[in-house]
């Protein structure tokens, strides 16, 4: 399973992810998927520790995404369903009782979530929002004192000004992101006409 996003927004996250220089990791998720599966697998191969815990509110993909990832016993994926527990699908976080390094916001609620978020990070972790073009989710930032555009499509937030994510989401990189797709396309490109 992939994450929905492209492939430079899957590399960035990549790299932040081996970044953030911690014993062991707490990262957290609204909206599970590839994301869960692929970026789990990645810390994996990397040996990085870390607890995933992600959140989602369609119970036949939960099911799905539960069943990849029994095997996995750092990582935990919660059922909320929105038409009856939406304050617990924004709110469940708070009761873990513990800060996370990487929050990941690409489920539903994504407004609430963000802004939920600030009281869950780190006070050196790092934001990411998915979709963040949508101009309905843009009243969340304000909440974030260094908030920066990855992409046109990936947002990230700390709690700090610039500080061991300087690298991320600045001008050259968001070249870099780029040129790595631009490449990514020509490759997929040329092995589809073989
Ligand atoms: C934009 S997706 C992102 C999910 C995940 N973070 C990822 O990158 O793979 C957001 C939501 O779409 C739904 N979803 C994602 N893939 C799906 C699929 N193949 N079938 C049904 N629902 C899906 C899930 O409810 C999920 O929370």
């Not at 998720?29 to 697998?41: C, K, M, N």
């Amino acid at each position: 399973m992939k994450p929905m996003m492209r492939n430079h927004q899957i590399i960035a996250i990549e790299r932040l992810l081996l970044d953030l220089k911690k014993m062991r990791l707490n990262i957290l998720e609204w909206g599970s998927g590839g994301s869960t599966v692929y970026f789990t697998d990645f810390l994996d191969r990397n040996r990085i520790d870390y607890i995933w815990t992600s959140i989602e509110h369609n119970y036949e993909w939960y099911t799905k995404v539960f069943h990849s990832l029994k095997d996995k016993k750092n990582v935990s994926v919660y059922f909320f369903d929105l038409k009856d527990k939406e304050y617990e699908y924004i709110n469940f976080p708070l009761q873990l009782g513990n800060k996370f390094d990487f929050i990941l916001v690409d489920g539903r609620k994504r407004k609430e979530c963000l802004i939920k978020a600030k009281e869950l990070l780190d006070s050196d972790g790092i934001v990411m929002l998915h979709d963040a073009q949508r101009s309905r989710y843009h009243s969340a930032f304000k909440y974030y004192p260094d908030p920066r555009f990855i992409d046109r499509e990936l947002w990230r937030g700390t709690l700090k000004n610039i500080s061991i994510h300087a690298r991320i989401g600045n001008k050259l990189n968001y070249f870099y992101f780029r040129f790595v797709n631009l490449i990514n396309k020509m490759m997929d490109y040329a092995f589809a006409k073989k």
